[in-house]
């Protein structure tokens, strides 16, 4: 009798070791090594606004769309990058041009007035780590690395000027 206690529960120690283990390697390991686009969820909400910074030692210049159809083509575009999950981290230093982003739904909840997701920690020198955090529940905040491509700022750039000027005429 006392030895089937004494063996269930050295396999409830193996089991739990195991897992323990398991989730230890999931999650330090494995996570990181899954191709993951948190944007690719969130095909329901609706764009209403757009805008990205450029921020210079001497200046920032604001770019800012309202055009909805302008917002789609953003929000593709960076639907469609191939993000992956890092611990790495963009290093900014003071004599380089970093850009920061943000996409506004027109969803609401009780905290906010807006839904939001943010771009950020995107340095001139490597234009392949995004930050993305949002005020969306269960958004997967964090640092991404863009791996077939670099973030294409000039892209984005002529979408909204290309916009502005046909708002113009």
Known sequence: MLFMKVSKLKWL????????????IYQNYIYYMIPKNPLVKLDSYTLKEFWIDEHTSENVNVLKCNDISTNNLIYKYIKDLELIPTKERSIYVSEEIYYRGQFEFEEKDMLSDYYYITISDLCSKSMDIIRLSSNIRRFPKGYYKILDTEFDYEYIKDLIDNSQSNMEQ
């Open 13 to 24: 120690s193996i089991i739990i070791i195991i897992l323990v283990i398991g989730t230890f």
